[in-house]
């Protein structure tokens, strides 16, 4: 018998009272109040690769689930719920969704087929699953340790603890994003805000790897939100970024995106400093190139005009921006071919013809890049997609 009421009660006073060790058990305990025979939690990888059971302190580990081949995996892909009968009992995958942020599946078992009310059933304590999910692993390391299948670098644990959720998405756009290599990440970040129908994203690229351009990629994306919550507009953002860089990493810079998308009208405004110009696909063709670089790289402005140019495009319902680092072109296999910009924009067109998410087409890119460099990227690989699909087209 399914007691959905109870196991909402359940997880609200989990949301007060849980600490990040108590959530394994959470969803074991609920599993009875659906009159399931077990259920649990499923965390993806850093590396979108494979989903890791998250067991209670102490318990040894469980076998991972790949993503690509699997109902897990399909149930993380589309964002749906997949169920099928194997060896006598019914296993179910829902989705962990925050938002858009996905965090992995919860894994059910059942010894009937479920009706629509129990997928139902399921489906709900998988969205609260995600939300306390979000809010406890604040609070401790268990969470974060059962994502890691390798050792955290540094440098990429200072960026990664500094960056937004990788997807987000309104009513009116999606963006989403990838990094890699991503327990060994240094130069490379992005961030975004939604204020007042303006989406501002930005990237970083900062020369160098290591501890050293983690620390430039530190300042500037913390210059960049300091800025931002100024009230700066784009030109004096780009002003105070330099100005810090220079004054504190004189010997360093970065390349950089700072863009501005008016939600409401469609108008791209932009600085590329020193930055590979974004992709502009519309019907799921590149239509161009943006024009890059408008401004020196930020930590060189000083060098020329200290005023940088700003480019507008206006986008279409359905348009996308790709943005990227040149470690994502430059990938090459061992005998030099590039990963290359026209590859680039032909796998995310497929991918969007195929009508896959935002976030679903940047892990399928980030794994085809890799997969062109045989998994050993020479560069730090970062890009973002942003999605353009205002309600009221």
């Not at 969704?97 to 965090?103: F, I, N, P, Q, S």
């Not at 045989?374 to 970062?382: I, N, P, S, Y």
């Amino acid at each position: 018998m399914i007691a959905l009421p109870e196991a909402v009660q359940r997880l609200a006073d989990a949301v007060h009272r849980a600490g990040p060790d108590d959530l394994a058990s959470l969803a074991s305990q609920v599993s009875a109040d659906l009159g399931a025979l077990g259920m649990t939690v499923y965390l993806v990888d850093y590396a979108q690769t494979a989903f890791t059971p998250f067991a209670p302190p102490g318990s040894p580990p469980g076998e991972l689930v790949a993503i690509d081949g699997t109902l897990a995996g399909q149930s993380y892909g589309t964002g749906t719920i997949q169920h099928a009968a194997i060896g006598g009992v019914y296993h179910v995958w829902a989705p962990l969704v925050d938002g858009a942020e996905r965090l992995g599946v919860l894994y059910t078992v059942t010894a009937a087929a479920p009706d629509a009310v129990a997928l139902t059933a399921y489906g709900t304590v998988a969205a609260l699953l995600a939300e306390i999910l979000v809010t406890r692993r604040r609070y401790g390391d268990a969470i974060e340790r059962a994502r890691r299948r390798l050792p955290m670098q540094l440098a990429a644990e200072i960026i990664w603890t500094q960056l937004p959720p990788l997807t987000f998405a309104s009513r009116d756009v999606a963006v989403s994003a990838v990094l890699e290599p991503c327990y060994d990440v240094g130069g490379d970040a992005f961030d975004y805000a939604i204020n007042d129908g303006v989406l501002h994203v930005a990237m970083f690229d900062a020369v160098g790897h290591g501890i050293a351009a983690s620390a430039t990629t530190s300042l500037a994306l913390n210059a960049y939100r300091n800025a931002r919550r100024l009230g700066l507009d784009l030109a004096d953002t780009y002003r105070s970024i330099d100005k810090w860089v220079a004054a504190q990493h004189p010997d360093s810079f970065l390349t950089a995106l700072l863009g501005e998308l008016d939600t409401r009208t469609g108008v791209y405004r932009r600085i590329s400093a020193g930055h590979p110009g974004e992709l502009l696909l519309r019907d799921d063709v590149l239509v161009h190139l943006l024009p890059a670089p408008t401004a020196m790289p930020l930590g060189l402005g000083q060098l020329t005009d200290p005023i940088p140019d700003i480019t507008e495009t206006v986008l279409r319902p359905g348009d996308n921006l790709l943005l990227y680092t040149d470690g994502v072109v430059e990938a090459r296999t061992a005998a030099g071919e590039f990963f290359g910009i026209e590859r680039l924009a032909a796998f995310v067109a497929r991918a969007l013809a195929d009508h896959h998410s935002t976030a679903e087409t940047m892990r399928r890119l980030v794994h085809a890049i890799l997969e062109h460099q045989h998994e050993q990227l020479q560069d730090d690989a970062t890009a973002a997609l942003l999605t353009f699909r205002p309600a009221t087209a």
